[in-house]
């Protein structure tokens, strides 16, 4: 081997190397360019998700405020359904009472406070199944227009007495409350 042959190789080995160097600093240089925008890219997405975040904190900020005023609502429709069930039954008493004193004025119902006394005098038909209040038809005395029949009832001479909203004797059952 001469030396012309051993600086061809030295110099051969030497452009090797050279460009097997090149070659790695040019690999490296992508590599950190690539790794650049990769991380820019995530950046993005990071930036991304956290505005997405974000909208899904305030969508649940939302709902939960929805929430809240749901049951602020449910509150006062249930306060509003409270005070209509009190008005309802204030109407209902105020209409039973209404009826209580149409009863104690009606002659031909029997209520308890005012014939109590009446109905203790009363003959008993049927001892255990009387009702509270009937017709007081049979203890009132016979009228001098009536006599009575074979079966110890009344029959009038003349008609009943009319009701003035109508023009036929009344054909009515008394309320029983």
Same mark, same amino acid.
């Given at each position: 081997?001469?030396?012309?042959?051993?600086?061809?190789?030295?110099?051969?080995?030497?452009?090797?190397?050279?460009?097997?160097?090149?070659?790695?600093?040019?690999?490296?240089?992508?590599?950190?360019?690539?790794?650049?925008?990769?991380? $820019?890219?995530?950046?993005?997405?990071?930036? *991304? %998700?956290?505005?997405?975040?974000?909208?899904?904190?305030? +969508?649940?900020?939302?709902?939960?405020?929805?929430?809240? +005023?749901?049951?602020?609502?449910?509150?006062?429709?249930?306060? !509003?359904?409270?005070?209509? +069930?009190? !008005?309802?039954?204030?109407?209902?008493?105020?209409?039973?009472?209404?009826?209580?004193?149409? %009863?104690?004025?009606?002659?031909?119902? $029997? *209520?308890?406070?005012? #014939?109590?006394?009446?109905?203790?005098?009363?003959?008993?038909?049927?001892?255990?199944? !009387?009702?509270?209040?009937?017709?007081?038809? %049979?203890?009132?005395?016979?009228?001098?227009? +009536? *006599?009575?029949?074979?079966?110890?009832?009344?029959?009038?001479?003349?008609?009943?007495?009319? #009701?003035?909203?109508? %023009?036929?004797?009344?054909? #009515?059952?008394?309320?029983?409350?």
């Amino acid at each position: 081997m001469d030396s012309g042959q051993l600086i061809g190789i030295i110099i051969g080995v030497v452009v090797v190397l050279a460009i097997v160097v090149v070659a790695v600093m040019l690999s490296r240089k992508r590599k950190v360019e690539a790794d650049r925008h990769k991380a $820019v890219e995530m950046r993005e997405k990071a930036k *991304t %998700d956290a505005i997405g975040a974000r909208e899904r904190e305030a +969508q649940a900020a939302r709902a939960e405020a929805d929430a809240k +005023q749901a049951e602020v609502e449910a509150e006062r429709l249930r306060e !509003e359904a409270r005070e209509r +069930q009190q !008005e309802a039954e204030h109407v209902r008493a105020g209409a039973q009472e209404q009826l209580r004193k149409a %009863d104690e004025l009606d002659p031909d119902v $029997v *209520t308890t406070k005012r #014939d109590a006394h009446d109905r203790d005098q009363a003959p008993r038909e049927s001892a255990g199944n !009387e009702e509270l209040r009937r017709d007081r038809s %049979d203890r009132n005395p016979p009228a001098a227009d +009536q *006599t009575p029949n074979a079966e110890g009832s009344r029959s009038p001479n003349t008609q009943a007495p009319t #009701d003035p909203r109508n %023009d036929g004797p009344r054909t #009515d059952n008394p309320r029983n409350l």
